[in-house]
Structure formats: structure tokens, C-alpha cells
């Protein structure tokens, strides 16, 4: 076979870099064309105009073109189509990027957004204007969130949902903070002197009827109050599975660490003087051999220590893996019986390795701890699978339904619950088993009505397994962030967050917490506020001079 050319470059695509133009650049070559095409004595074509302006006549006619825009009607389009928009255009934009990027947040960050902008010469960026600013706008956010709280919740049934409940400590007193889980939807924010069952009572209760729900399950750790508030409100407790897993991580990660760490040196120690002993008396004295000997010791030491922190490492892992109510590996699914019987081998691995490693007392209770988590989370685990049977018992299914429904309507509807919260390399683990499901469900031969009906029951199965409350977790991170930002949140700014995070964040999917809490559509906050916020006016001028104060006051006083 010839080649093209002996050089390889020749047989290379060259291609021509886009040149990338700013929005000033483009508003000057506009009016440059503008001016050309219109000259009187020496008129230029639009193509020979383009040309002269070394810019594509087909890049400049789309420049030329008119662009959709919201507020056309306004001229919003034109202005910034202009040398004055462009340039303003750069200005916001680059300032809002300096701002959100390296500045602080709060009112100081909004004066030198204005400042920057040169917008401050149009809005009032005194610290006093822009606080009453921030006071009038979070007044407008709650009156919002309270309004349509109401409107939302007036015409649906009452229903059972799922609550992550957890305590965020910022300072004296902890912030009450429950999330529902499926949807995101915050249900309570709030600072209290305490986190007693009776707090947690008097707080969540009064939201729970606003909202016309009930609790049905309660996520969180092993603390008291809340399980006792659980109890009370007749919904079933269940202990995640990450505290379980961070006891065991405190109990052996970091002895067992520093037991390999403590070999590793010994074993660099006694290859040096293996080294020094045979330099200084040859390889068959006494000393040499003992020095040999020691070595060894000390590299099988080493080996049995890194061993044993690997086997403790991959039965926490396991563990997490094992913590469904399916195989991941097959699909099928499990027991209470064959769970218990699998977190039983793992807790025995580490309990071991604990022994062998002679770990202290306290590191001990903590893995005692761990094993009565994970006691709870099977006593949890028998109550989701009697109610996993009631659940299909109501279905009335016949015998080749029910299998069907338990091989993949479920397998199926739980995989896609999660598929978003699992990392990217789990998830090419698991999307053959998916793809199968998938096609096997796609395949069968039932109504689609049936079929409709079934991945129905089988997502709502599915969403009653909770194994974190992740979703409060992430929150708490949130909120001491806000907290460390801000100094200090009151209970306006709180529950202004609390209802941006409702009615404003949006997931992947372009939907808002309450959207997916009440299923349906609510108002835009970001365009109540535009309508209904009074921005600060224009600033007044400031006579620091004596001289030109006294002229403005008698300017006044003739006016």
C-alpha cells in the first residue's frame, strides 16, 4: 500500500483554530459595518465590508441578526447589542464570576458586585440600604414559602413519608434539622436550647400537620431523643448504616495503621544493621545470623499487620455492600436470615483481627457499639421484608407474577433509586445487570397497564428501604458553612434558606424538594421576588467637604 507523502505532517488534517472574539469586539465591527455600508460618497457592499473588516460575511449577518431575547419588547436586546450593552454586559458578568468566586458572600460581597459593575452609581450600596435590601428579601422568600406550603398541602390526602432526622451543633444550642428523604424536602430547621424527644415533639409536630403528613420511618443514628420521638410517633427507627461503619473505622483504622507504620520502621532498622554487621564481620558470624533472624522476624510481622488492616478494610466495605435488599451481584433478592448471616462473617473478621492486634479497651466498645448498630439494622431489615410481603400480598398476584415482580419489578425499581447516588465505577459493575433487567422486563408479555402498575408499587417498595440519612448529613456540612459565612443565622435567615432549598435548587432533573414532595408544579420564587422586592434607589450624594456641604444645604433651601 503507497503512502499519500513521505512526510507524515502532509498527511494530517489541518485544523483552523475558531477564533474567539469578546462581546465589545463584535459591538465595534457591527457599527464599523454599519458605518461602511452607508458611507455616501464611497458606498460598500456588505461582502466587500465584511472583507475590509477581515470577519466571514455569513459570521457578520449572523452578528446582525436579531436574538431572541425575554425582554425584547423592552429593548433589552438591542442595548446589549450595543457598544454601551457590550461593555456593561462584560462588566456584570466578570464582576459576578470575582464575587461568587473569591469573595466572602453577604452584603459586603453584593457592595462589590455593584462596585465592580460600576452598578453602584444606580443602586444604593451603603451597608445600611443593603441590609434593609436583605431584610425586605427575606421576608419575601418566607412569605412565599408559607403561601404555597399552604396552597400545596390543602388539596392532597394526607400521607406517610420517610424523615432523616439529625441535630447540627454550631455553638450552645443545636439546630433541628429533618429532611424527607425520597424527595428532599426540607421539613424542619430550626435552633432550640435542647434535642429531647420533647423538643423534637413540640418542633416537628405542628410542621408535620401543616403539611398534612405523618411519619412512617425515622433515619438516623443511635441517639436517644430521637428514637424516643420515634416511638412516640408511631413510626419505626432506622439506624443507618454509615454510623455503624464510622465506629468500626475509629476502632481499628488508625491502630492498625500505626501497627504497620511501627513494623515498617523496625523492619528498615534491622535491614541497616543487618547491613553494618555484614560489612564489619562477614556473612557467617554469630551476629549475622542473628541479625538475619531479626529481620525476618520483623518482615513477617510487617506482612501479617497489612494483612490483617486489608481483611478489616474489605469487611467494612462488604458490609456496605452487603446492606441491601437485593444481591448486587445476581439481582435476586435477599433475606433478614441470609443478611444476618453474611454481617455476622464480616463483624467476625474485624472482631478477630481486633483480638489479634490487642487493640485498648475504648477501641472495644467502640466495635461493641457498632455490632449493637448493626443488631438494630437487623431487627430493621426483618420489619422491611414483612412489610416488602404485605406489600405483594396485596397485589394478588399469581404464581409466575409474584416471581416476576420479585426477580425484576423490584430488582429493577430499586437499581434505579439508587443509580444516582452510586459512584461511576459501581455503576459500570452494575449496569450489565440493569441492561438484563431491563430487557427481561421489556421482553415479558404482561399488559402494559399491569406492568405500569407493578413498577409503581415497585418504587414505592423500594423508596420504604433507607439504609443513610445522607441527605441531613450533606445539610448540616451546608448549614455550618452558612453559619461560619454569615457568623451567625437567625431564625429569618434560617428559614429563608430553608425555603430556597424547597422552592428554588434544583436537581438534575429541573425539579425543586416541594415539586417532588407535593408532585406538582409550584410558583417561581426568583420571579415572585423580581416582582415584589424593592430594590435599594439611587444613591445620594455625600458632602464630606464642610464647604460643599454647606452649598448642597443652600441649593435645598432655594429650591
Not at 97 to 117: D, K, M, N, P, W
Not at 192 to 205: A, G, N, P, Q, V
Amino acid at each position: 500500500m503507497k503512502t499519500v507523502s513521505i512526510k507524515i505532517e502532509q498527511n494530517a488534517t489541518i485544523k483552523n483554530h475558531k477564533i474567539r472574539r469578546t462581546h465589545p469586539m463584535i459591538a465595534r465591527k457591527i457599527i464599523a459595518f454599519q458605518e461602511l455600508i452607508n458611507l455616501k460618497r464611497s458606498k460598500k457592499s456588505e461582502r466587500k465590508a465584511s472583507l475590509i473588516l477581515e470577519v466571514p460575511n455569513s459570521t457578520m449577518q449572523s452578528w446582525r441578526a436579531k436574538a431572541p431575547c425575554f425582554g425584547d419588547e423592552h429593548g433589552v436586546a438591542e442595548f446589549f447589542q450595543t457598544l454601551a450593552g457590550t461593555e456593561l454586559l462584560q462588566k456584570i458578568v466578570i464582576s459576578a464570576y470575582q464575587v461568587t468566586h473569591f469573595g466572602c458572600g453577604g452584603i459586603r460581597a453584593l457592595q462589590e458586585f455593584l462596585r465592580l459593575s460600576k452598578l453602584d452609581q444606580f443602586v444604593a450600596s451603603s451597608e445600611g440600604a443593603l441590609q434593609e435590601f436583605s431584610v425586605r428579601c427575606e421576608e419575601n422568600v418566607i412569605a412565599f414559602g408559607t403561601n404555597q406550603e399552604a396552597k400545596l398541602a390543602e388539596n392532597r390526602k394526607k400521607r406517610k413519608v420517610t424523615a432523616g432526622l439529625d441535630e447540627m451543633y454550631r455553638g450552645q444550642h443545636p439546630c433541628l434539622v429533618a429532611i424527607e428523604v425520597v424527595s428532599g424536602f426540607i421539613l424542619l430547621e430550626k435552633f432550640t436550647d435542647d434535642r429531647t424527644k420533647t423538643t423534637w415533639s413540640k418542633e416537628l409536630s405542628p410542621r408535620l400537620e401543616t403539611l398534612n403528613v405523618e411519619l412512617s420511618q425515622v433515619v438516623s443514628d443511635l441517639c436517644g431523643g430521637i428514637r424516643a420521638y420515634a416511638k412516640e410517633a408511631g413510626a419505626k427507627h432506622v439506624p443507618e448504616l454509615f454510623h455503624a461503619q464510622y465506629e468500626l473505622s475509629k476502632a481499628t483504622a488508625a491502630p492498625l495503621a500505626s501497627q504497620e507504620r511501627e513494623f515498617e520502621k523496625a523492619l528498615i532498622e534491622a535491614e541497616e544493621k543487618l547491613k553494618k554487621t555484614k560489612e564489619k564481620e562477614g556473612n557467617l558470624s554469630e551476629r549475622v545470623q542473628e541479625a538475619m533472624v531479626l529481620r525476618n522476624y520483623k518482615k513477617i510481622g510487617l506482612e501479617k499487620r497489612k494483612e490483617r488492616k486489608e481483611a478489616v478494610q474489605k469487611a467494612k466495605k462488604e458490609l456496605g455492600k452487603i446492606h441491601h435488599p437485593i444481591d448486587l451481584a445476581t439481582g435476586g433478592l435477599q433475606t433478614a436470615e441470609r443478611m444476618k448471616e453474611k454481617f455476622d462473617l464480616q463483624l467476625k473478621i474485624i472482631g478477630q483481627a481486633a483480638k489479634e492486634a490487642e487493640l485498648s479497651k475504648s477501641c472495644e466498645k467502640r466495635i461493641g457499639k457498632a455490632q449493637r448498630a448493626f443488631d438494630a439494622i437487623l431487627d430493621y431489615l426483618s420489619f422491611f421484608f414483612t412489610v416488602y410481603a404485605a406489600f405483594v400480598s396485596d397485589l394478588l398476584l399469581e404464581r409466575d407474577q409474584e416471581l416476576f415482580f420479585n426477580e425484576v419489578v423490584f430488582p429493577l425499581s430499586y437499581l434505579k433509586m439508587i443509580w444516582r447516588r452510586l459512584q461511576r465505577k459501581q455503576r459500570e459493575e452494575l449496569t450489565p445487570l440493569r441492561e438484563s433487567l431491563e430487557r427481561r422486563f421489556g421482553e415479558s408479555l404482561y399488559a402494559e397497564e399491569l406492568k405500569n402498575r407493578w413498577v409503581e408499587v415497585g418504587r414505592e417498595c423500594a423508596e420504604r428501604f433507607q439504609r443513610s440519612s445522607s441527605c441531613v448529613e450533606g445539610r448540616n456540612g451546608l448549614l455550618s458553612l452558612y453559619h461560619h459565612r454569615f457568623h451567625r443565622l437567625n431564625t429569618r435567615s434560617l428559614k429563608a434558606l430553608t425555603i430556597v432549598h424547597n422552592f428554588h435548587t434544583k436537581r438534575e432533573d429541573g425539579t425543586t424538594a416541594a415539586e417532588r414532595f407535593f408532585s406538582c408544579k409550584h410558583e417561581n420564587l426568583f420571579e415572585f421576588l423580581v416582582s415584589n422586592t424593592r430594590i435599594p434607589g439611587r444613591p445620594q450624594k455625600q458632602y464630606h467637604d464642610p464647604k460643599k456641604r454647606s452649598a448642597g444645604w443652600e441649593k435645598r433651601r432655594a429650591a
